[in-house]
């Protein structure tokens, strides 16, 4: 497209599709090509042109242009080599010694790299209820002469689905003097833009709904502060942990159906849930759209959508969840969430997984099939486990 036109002032499923595509001239490709190059020419002194492919690549910048149009940022985004990696990066923005505020429920790895990062840096980890407010603000303020250096948001939570008040919760960090990341990987910036409500840095596994396709790892953080991108930016060429072009290019092909993607199944979430939580072969069916969900009423006044993942307890605990992921035909039993495939998993049986995730919770990730020929699986599968 133009970049002259404002690219805040098109819809998201536009910029799904306009954003970070070649200058529109004569003969010029519709799609940015995939540059397999380590090196770029340079006999003087480098100026912003491109130098060595850790640094930047013109295969990165289209989807780097893409994601930060997409989360409402007018700097680009920085790819990374998978979802920690941006992760890493994004911690790392805590100053040493300092209380990193994370959800007790948000993705494994992150708690872990979190922790490690305490543990080496001497600072702390305060894990918190993200869906209370009070608690949060509690957590930020100093304790034992420790300032809270980072508030870390997940949105809806992993795997619990658990609903944060983010423009009260940045206003709270920024009170306490600490920055705000936000994790926005399950609701995606159809549902939710944390930089609009005052957030410093969105992260993203882009692996999962902007790539969509089960593919290809990848992550991308962005912010508009020059100074923490400056930041991020130096990790990933010191970390080196940054794309190979393929995958900056398949993620980049996936995201321009994000929109139609998004909406298909998160309309399915929605339905499946709704069935779900009328269902006597079910004990609890967990998703931000049921009116039943302890944040429903925040969910609907942030967000424009409750995600495309909800959670399910069959009747019969443990051992009828994990029949239930023998039993299916279509859904997929597997890790990993955004797909077009509709896939599940019983997260306890992962030891990592936190105690206080109930031992029987299947999480569900809706792909974008017929949500007829969901239900029609589920429905089998919960006869077969739960025996009824
Ligand atoms: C998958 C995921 C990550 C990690 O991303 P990878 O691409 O697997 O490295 C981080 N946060 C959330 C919420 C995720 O779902």
Redesign the pocket.
Request: glycine share 12%.
């Given at each position: 497209m133009d970049t002259s036109d404002s690219p805040a002032q098109l819809a998201a499923a536009t910029l799904a599709v306009t954003a970070g595509r070649p200058e529109r001239t004569q003969g010029a490709p519709v799609n940015p090509p995939v540059v397999l190059s380590s090196t770029y020419v340079s006999t003087r002194e480098p100026g912003p042109e491109l130098l060595y492919a850790r640094y930047a690549t013109e295969t990165w910048s289209p989807l780097e242009e893409a994601v930060a149009a997409l989360e409402g940022a007018e700097l680009p985004g920085l790819v990374f080599s998978?979802?920690?990696?941006?992760?890493d990066a994004a911690l790392r923005l805590a100053a040493p010694g300092t209380a990193i505020v994370v959800p007790r429920h948000?993705?494994l790895?992150?708690l872990t790299a979190a922790r490690e990062q305490a543990e080496r840096e001497g600072s702390v980890v305060r894990e918190v209820d993200i869906a209370d407010t009070a608690a949060v603000a509690a957590a930020l303020a100093p304790a034992d002469g420790v300032p809270a250096g980072l508030l870390w948001i997940?949105s809806p939570t992993?795997p619990m689905l658990e609903v944060a008040d983010i423009p009260a919760l940045v206003a709270a960090a920024r009170l306490a003097g600490a920055r705000t990341v936000v994790?926005n990987?399950?609701a995606t910036p159809l549902a939710q833009r944390p930089l609009a409500h005052g957030a410093d840095v969105v992260?993203h596994?882009?692996?999962?709904y902007l790539a969509g396709h089960s593919d290809v790892?990848?992550?991308v953080a962005v912010t508009d502060d020059p100074d923490l991108r400056a930041r991020l930016h130096a990790r990933r060429t010191t970390g080196g942990a940054v794309a190979g072009p393929w995958e900056a290019w398949l993620a980049l092909r996936g995201l321009r159906t994000l929109a139609l993607r998004v909406d298909r199944s998160q309309a399915s979430a929605l339905e499946l849930a709704g069935r779900l939580a009328a269902d006597p072969r079910v004990v609890q069916v967990v998703h931000p759209g049921l009116p039943s969900h302890p944040q429903h009423t925040r969910a609907a006044a942030l967000m424009t959508g409750f995600g495309s993942v909800l959670t399910l307890r069959p009747v019969g605990g443990a051992t009828a969840a994990d029949a239930l992921t023998e039993a299916v035909r279509l859904w997929v039993p597997a890790t990993?969430?955004?797909g077009v495939e509709s896939t599940l998993e019983r997260r306890r049986r992962l030891a990592a997984e936190a105690p206080t995730v109930p031992t029987d919770l299947l999480r569900l990730s809706v792909g974008i099939e017929d949500v007829a020929d969901l239900w029609a699986d589920l429905d089998q599968a919960l006869d077969v486990a739960t025996g009824r």
């Open positions: 998978s979802g920690m990696a941006a992760v948000a993705y790895a992150t997940e992993n994790d990987t399950f992260v596994s882009a692996t999962k790892l990848l992550g990993s969430l955004g």
